[in-house]
């Protein structure tokens, strides 16, 4: 069955550090990958889409990257800041929009 | 900007009762989802809904579960017999195209949940 993957432990970084945060799938083949954002008890809000045909994706401090090969993309947030903390989802467009289960992230002042 | 908006907020319900789950997409999207996370867990699909009916459903997605739009606005989920497991945030979500249009890549507008607790 498909699976999505993301690192279930919280990633903590200092102020104005690079944070990075992986995806992995198995048993999928996406056209598109998606990137979302989740606040505590909020609906997640989209950030980014890259296609499978672009190797990188770029909007403001936020980078993202999509092996097909490796089947993996990497969410970058250069320069990051204390109120980029949240959870970060990956999500799959297929038949279905398929979501990871995400990656917390906590940015220290 | 548009956004899309779900009340209740919060639903407290006893197992065994029936409860609707409301939801206005934004006005011009085309497919609307409903998806659930028990706390601490992943966004599961629950239904996808284009064209007035279902397009797709999860296994959660049971007889017990049924969805709606009763008129141009509203879109509705309904528990017909809650269970303690349905306790979850539930969030619908909407997009301007979908598959029907060859659009995989649109993206899903939540809304800010509706949190039911079934005691």
């Known amino acids: 069955s498909q699976k999505i993957e993301q690192n279930s432990e919280a990633l903590n970084i200092q102020e104005g550090k690079t944070a990075t945060l992986t995806c992995n799938y198995t048993n999928y083949s996406p056209a598109y990958l998606q990137w979302y954002r989740q606040d505590p008890g909020r609906g997640p809000v989209f950030l980014l889409l890259i296609r499978e045909n672009e190797k990188e994706k770029r909007k403001e401090r936020l980078k993202v990257t999509f092996d097909t090969t490796l089947k993996q993309s990497l969410f970058h947030i250069t320069a990051s800041q204390p109120a980029d903390s949240a959870t970060y989802l990956c999500a799959l467009r297929g038949y279905i929009p398929t979501f990871g289960r995400g990656t917390s992230l906590i940015v220290h002042p | 900007e548009p956004e899309v908006t779900q009340t209740p907020s919060h639903q407290v319900t006893q197992m065994g009762q029936e409860v609707i789950l409301r939801c206005v997409p934004i006005?011009?999207?085309?497919?609307f989802y409903w998806y659930r996370q028990i706390l601490g867990q992943k966004v599961e699909f629950l239904v996808s809904f284009y064209n007035n009916e279902i397009s797709e459903k999860s296994e959660i997605f049971d007889d017990q579960f049924s969805v709606e739009r009763p008129d141009g606005s509203n879109f509705t989920l309904k528990i017909r017999s809650t269970k303690l497991e349905d306790s979850a945030m539930y969030f619908c979500?909407?997009?301007?195209?979908?598959?029907?249009?060859?659009?995989?890549?649109?993206?899903?507008?939540f809304g800010s949940g509706t949190q039911l607790s079934v005691l």
């Open positions: 979500a909407s997009s301007e195209g979908g598959i029907f249009q060859g659009a995989y890549n649109e993206k899903l507008f």
């Open positions: 006005s011009n999207h085309l497919y």
